[in-house]
T-cell receptor, first 115, second 114 residues
């Protein structure tokens, strides 16, 4: 039979509104964080990143906020457009001895933009 | 500048068979990481290669293996396929090894085991 999949949280917004997607990360030692967007049938696409020595970074229509005290990341998308509809993942870069790294992904949030 | 290229895009295999997936990183990138994406488990790290050496490994059975060639291209192999291996396998390349340099993902290989 079918396996039970992850229940993706869904954020439904109206076109033109601002969107805020939240993420909790797990490792206090993680030093680098990335937000990815994944559309159906495609690999994750880089949106914006932030290093642990920062608490805010802005890009074009996107802002990432980092709160290390509570291990929380958020992605803000201004003036959300239908093309923003996708699954959004946060990822923390976890050092694993020396220079090696690996990304630990969150479960993802489905952003649905209503026209 | 070409992105990360994964081949093939789709594969259907039978239980018990083995499969080899290929990843060509962005030119100049020396690190290649592999991830498995399933509806049940999400995105999970498999392993990372840098300069032909496996530097990091996730929590997957020994049936999952990989290698990297001198031109940084990488392959991953799954032996004795199980139904649960059906997934999207993603490759990510990085100039040095992620960290503060970022990762670029390919479009993945969709593996279906029947």
């Amino acid at each position: 039979g079918e396996s039970v999949g992850l229940h993706l949280p869904t954020l439904s917004v109206q076109e033109g509104d601002n969107s805020i997607i939240n993420c909790a990360y797990s490792n206090s030692a993680s030093d680098y964080f990335i937000w990815y967007k994944q559309e159906s049938g495609k690999g994750p696409q880089f949106i914006i990143d932030i290093r642990s020595n920062m608490d805010k970074r802005q890009g074009q229509r996107v802002t990432v906020l980092l709160n290390k005290t509570v291990k929380h990341l958020s992605l803000q998308i201004a003036a959300t457009q239908p093309g923003d509809s996708a699954v959004y993942f946060c990822a923390e870069n976890m050092k694993s001895g020396g220079a090696t790294n690996k990304l630990i992904f969150g479960t993802g949030t489905l952003l649905a933009v209503q026209p | 500048k070409a992105g990360v290229t994964q081949t093939p895009r789709y594969l259907i295999k039978t239980r018990g068979q083995q499969v080899t997936l290929s990843c060509s990183p962005i030119s100049g990138h020396r690190s290649v990481s592999w991830y498995q994406q399933t509806p049940g488990q999400g995105l999970q790290f498999l392993f990372e290669y840098f300069s032909e050496t496996q530097r990091n490994k996730g929590n997957f059975p020994g049936r999952f293996s990989g290698r990297q060639f001198s031109n940084s291209r990488s392959e991953m192999n799954v032996s004795t396929l199980e139904l649960g291996d059906s997934a999207l396998y993603l490759c990510a390349s990085s100039s040095y090894g992620g960290g503060n340099y970022g990762y670029t993902f390919g479009s993945g290989t969709r593996l279906t085991v029947v």
